[in-house]
């Protein structure tokens, strides 16, 4: 009897010294190895420099693109616009853009027409607006002479003198017509000038 409980003891023994070797020799989750712990900071310390080097290119790009200036295309158009002191009026003048404007940004632009200013810019739309001395010379007066609608230009002295004689009798106007071109129709504008001469067609 007293041999089967020192088997049993023995063994008891023995299982419980192997439990406790395995516990003493199995690392603690919490503890990481120091060659593994120094491999990862430095891991993380590269990712981090990587990443704000990263960081850094972007904001680079992004800088560089919103550095790049818009320029002028060759399909662009330009309008002139000036506004006259002495009538008030503002004439238009729309061209395609000059070959020695392309590429151009505004600041070179503003350099080319230094007494001008920007009012609009894009790589296909400019207007320039000026004011000028006098007036707009686009000042007329529609009269009946002989029988045919005539357009006389108003100079700057307030004298008239012919610009047109059209191919449009006055006997074919209404009444009212006839009787305002007695007095003289004022017309500012070319193209206003056209519109009227049409209607009287």
């Given at each position: 009897?007293?041999?089967?409980?020192?088997?049993l003891?023995g063994?008891?023994?023995?299982?419980g010294?192997?439990?406790?070797?395995?516990?003493?020799?199995?690392?603690?989750?919490?503890?990481?190895p120091?060659?593994?712990?120094?491999?990862?900071?430095?891991?993380?310390?590269?990712?981090?420099?990587?990443?704000?080097?990263?960081?850094?290119?972007?904001?680079?790009?992004?800088?560089?693109?919103?550095?790049?200036?818009?320029?002028?295309?060759?399909?662009?158009?330009?309008?002139?616009?000036?506004?006259?002191?002495?009538?008030g009026?503002?004439?238009?003048?729309?061209?395609?853009?000059?070959?020695d404007?392309?590429?151009?940004?505004k600041?070179?632009?503003?350099?080319?027409?230094?007494?001008?200013?920007?009012?609009?810019?894009?790589?296909?739309d400019?207007?320039?607006?000026?004011?000028?001395e006098?007036?707009?010379?686009?000042h007329?007066?529609?009269?009946d002479?002989?029988g045919?609608?005539?357009?006389?230009?108003?100079?700057?002295?307030?004298?008239e003198?012919?610009?047109?004689?059209?191919?449009?009798?006055?006997?074919?106007l209404?009444?009212?017509?006839?009787?305002?071109?007695?007095?003289?129709?004022?017309?500012?504008?070319?193209?206003?000038?056209?519109?009227?001469?049409?209607?009287?067609?």
């Open positions: 009897m007293k041999k089967i409980l020192l088997i003891l063994i008891i023994f023995i299982i010294g192997i439990f406790v070797a395995i516990l003493i020799s199995k690392p603690n989750e919490n503890e990481i120091q060659n593994v712990t120094e491999e990862a900071v430095y891991s993380n310390r590269t990712n981090t420099e990587n990443e704000n080097n990263n960081q850094s290119l972007t904001k680079n790009e992004t800088m560089q693109t919103d550095a790049k200036e818009e320029r002028i295309s060759p399909n662009a158009f330009i309008t002139y616009k000036r506004t006259y002191k002495k009538c009026h503002t004439t238009s003048e729309y061209k395609e853009i000059p070959k404007l392309v590429n151009l940004t600041e070179e632009l503003q350099e080319i027409y230094n007494d001008w200013t920007i009012e609009k810019f894009s790589d296909t400019i207007i320039l607006n000026k004011e000028e006098g007036s707009c010379d686009e007329f007066v529609i009269r002479v002989d045919m609608v005539t357009v006389f230009h108003i100079l700057d002295d307030g004298t003198e012919e610009y047109m004689v059209t191919d449009i009798a006055t006997e074919y209404t009444d009212t017509d006839k009787i305002e071109m007695q007095n003289g129709i004022k017309v500012n504008g070319k193209q206003n000038l056209n519109q009227l001469i049409e209607d009287y067609e």
